[in-house]
């Protein structure tokens, strides 16, 4: 085996290995990756076989003219979807083949390390999956053993050695795995500290991580079709976590808001997109409702401080979620609006990373919205959608009375009288509403609510339509709550002169999210969940109030254990004799300065033992486990001190020549030196116990020649001196 089969195969493995991740990603299309690998897997196969067809000078300037216009094409394009990004990984991955078989010169290893090390910045910038974690140690690994490898062999080069099938060399390559595994577990336990302590950036990816669409699905859109939540009641991705600063009673009844619709034609909803005066900034950086349910603000308000962190994840759209008693939002750096329904909205569109942000909340849903005698709220109170039929129904379900009294006549019938189902087969009349009240009388949740929307309307109620999710699974690994895309629901909001808005929920309890019982599956699913969260919380969206928490933690840490150490001893005042003092004053006496140690002082001399023990401790390890390449890097350095021939380049022998020369009174010393450091060093044999000990005295020897050399020195520039005086 050559040296340059050894390093082909080191670099097809990287190269098989650093575009992995970006599929999943959407970054790079799989039928690419399928044919940048099938390329790769060709080429290790050739260079195990040592068969490699290197392609010449003049193919390779030739590819690269072929490939110019379609990189020009590929940039349109890209730019174009907005992926810029792809073309220049589309080019590296090119780079990276033409070279692989086109390489023949040293550098030309290098030209790929570095295409490669590209391909892999685009991988984990481009990727926030826990699992990138996995991908980012193993290509680490495999990175440093080949550049290990590769220091190794020019070591070898540069004393004459040409061939990697000695069977010594290849033991001295399998030492390199536990060298390895240090460095590895140390630039892992740097690698932390560094992330916590560097600054923080806006945006922590290229392009994010590819959002989940659940916004088309679940309602949070511009507009939405009668249908779309129930099609995913059977889906268990996250679409956000929250911890609560207090605990919260009733997790299956927390509700949170995405969205208010206003207008309803041909069996969609659709949602007014133009801003509101619902939102104002306070000074210390909140954005918080202006209006509330009721005009008179109760205690609970006054003096709540409820607060929850949520993490949501991508929506697909400019939605934020929020729970429906959300009365302030903090959101840093980002503009907030709300719809008329008082539902939020970002500037955040098609964002593709977990939005963490922070809310204050009411006791009680702080809802908003206008009531303006032309707005939409009114709008559908007579149209071709309410028919008389329905509007009739209306009036003998809800009856006579107060409004208040009318709403929960209609919403206590819809409850009774009506089925949940999710089952829709067959439903395709011209009204499907009508066809929910009069013909089937069962449905799911967006019949229901808008059934009671355009039904409160048609008796000059003020309702709208909302969507969300109801409920929250307890995740008691770290006591935070999940919401998963399978609690997706829809409700209706009304207004009345006495309650002001209300949350209304005319889907029967059956047809309501349920919250998953315990198991071991659900567990397993929490475990895993719970992992993501953590990524999520102290990797993805670890940002600058993070470090701030996190300095001010550790600079009360510190403060708290340096002031152990500067508490004044106390001291008993004796009383000259004859004057009495107050027993209850030395209740408890304490000893004298001088009579005994302080707890300062009995720490400090703890310290001191603890420092002695650990010098001596890793003393005693370096002296028992000796080897001759220390004793080697020692002989060098000295010899450096008086010559600057000897700097870190020069070859072992002539090493073994300037020592010679300068300790010749330590001829056989030095060369039983270098006898076992090339042995240790070289032919992948270490010393034993006995021979460690043996390099350990034949240095001592050395250093003694050394002494009497710098002696000899100075006794020359002295003589000089003397000879050539100023």
């Not at 002296?623 to 080697?632: C, F, G, N, V």
Request: charged share 25%.
């Amino acid at each position: 085996m050559t040296f340059g089969r050894d390093k082909r195969l080191l670099l097809g493995w990287l190269a098989l290995l650093a575009p992995i991740p970006l599929p999943f990603n959407t970054v790079l299309e799989w039928p690419v990756l399928f044919l940048y690998t099938l390329l790769v897997l060709y080429y290790l196969q050739r260079s195990e076989a040592e068969a490699v067809n290197w392609l010449p000078n003049w193919a390779l300037n030739v590819l690269g003219g072929l490939y110019l216009p379609l990189f020009l094409l590929d940039i349109r394009l890209s730019v174009t979807r907005g992926s810029p990004v792809k073309a220049l990984l589309h080019l590296i991955m090119f780079l990276v083949i033409a070279k692989l078989y086109s390489i023949r010169r040293e550098k030309d290893k290098w030209h790929i390390m570095v295409a490669i090390f590209f391909v892999f910045v685009g991988a984990m910038a481009t990727s926030s999956h826990v699992t990138i974690s996995i991908y980012l140690l193993a290509f680490l690994v495999l990175s440093l053993y080949a550049l290990a490898r590769l220091a190794h062999w020019h070591v070898l080069a540069s004393v004459g050695q040409s061939s990697a099938e000695d069977e010594k060399t290849q033991r001295r390559g399998k030492s390199l795995r536990r060298p390895m595994a240090l460095v590895t577990l140390l630039i892992i336990a740097v690698s932390v500290p560094l992330f916590a302590t560097m600054p923080r950036v806006r945006e922590p990816f290229i392009l994010g991580r590819g959002g989940t669409g659940i916004g088309r699905t679940t309602g949070f859109s511009d507009s939405v079709d009668l249908g779309v939540t129930s099609r995913i009641r059977g889906n268990r991705n996250v679409a956000m976590r929250l911890q609560y600063s207090e605990p919260v009673a009733d997790a299956g009844s927390l509700r949170f808001k995405g969205a208010t619709f206003e207008y309803y034609r041909n069996r969609r909803w659709f949602r007014e997109l133009r801003p509101s005066l619902n939102l104002r900034r306070r000074s210390d950086g909140f954005q918080y409702l202006q209006r509330r349910s009721r005009e008179t603000p109760s205690a609970g308000e006054v003096n709540s401080s409820r607060r929850a962190e949520i993490f949501l994840e991508p929506l697909g759209n400019n939605s934020l979620v929020v729970p429906v008693e959300t009365k302030a939002v903090r959101l840093d750096n980002m503009p907030l609006m709300s719809d008329p329904g008082g539902a939020l909205m970002t500037q955040a569109f098609g964002r593709r990373d977990t939005l963490r942000f922070e809310v204050e909340l009411h006791p009680e849903p702080f809802l908003a919205g206008r009531l303006d005698p032309d707005g939409p709220l009114n709008a559908l109170q007579i149209g071709d959608e309410v028919t008389p039929a329905i509007r009739d129904l209306a009036a003998q379900l809800m009856g006579d009375g107060s409004e208040e009294q009318q709403l929960d006549r209609l919403l206590q019938a819809l409850v009774r009288d009506y089925s949940y189902s999710d089952d829709l087969s067959g439903r395709d009349g011209q009204n499907p509403l009508e066809e929910f009240l009069f013909v089937y009388k069962s449905g799911h949740c967006e019949y229901f609510a808008s059934a009671m929307v355009l039904m409160l309307r048609s008796q000059g109620i003020p309702a709208r339509y909302v969507t969300g999710f109801l409920g929250a699974e307890l995740n008691p690994l770290e006591s935070y709550y999940i919401v998963r895309q399978q609690n997706a629901h829809a409700w209706v909001e009304a207004h009345t002169p006495s309650r002001g808005w209300q949350v209304y929920d005319p889907t029967p309890p059956e047809g309501r999210p349920a919250i998953s019982q315990q198991g071991l599956g659900l567990f397993f699913r929490q475990l895993a969940d719970y992992i993501m969260f953590r990524w999520d919380r102290y990797v993805l969206t670890f940002g600058a109030e993070d470090q701030k928490s996190l300095f001010n933690r550790l600079r009360e840490a510190l403060s708290e254990w340096w002031s152990r150490f500067q508490e004044d001893d106390e001291v008993l005042v004796v009383p000259p004799q004859g004057i009495a003092l107050d027993e209850s004053a030395n209740a408890e006496v304490m000893p004298l300065p001088g009579e005994a140690w302080s707890p300062r002082v009995y720490q400090g001399v703890l310290f001191l033992l603890a420092v002695l023990a650990t010098g001596a401790w890793i003393w005693w390890r370096q002296r028992r486990s000796w080897t001759a390449s220390r004793s080697y890097l020692w002989l060098r350095r000295a010899l450096a001190k008086v010559t600057d021939e000897a700097d870190a380049t020069i070859a072992p022998l002539r090493v073994q020549e300037l020592a010679l020369a300068r300790y010749p009174e330590t001829d056989d010393e030095i060369r039983s030196l270098f006898r076992l450091y090339l042995r240790e060093s070289f032919a992948g044999r270490p010393l034993d116990a006995e021979e460690q000990r043996q390099v350990l005295a034949l240095q001592r020897r050395i250093e003694g020649a050394e002494q009497q050399a710098r002696k000899r020195d100075r006794r020359a520039v002295s003589a000089t001196a003397t000879q050539n005086p100023l």
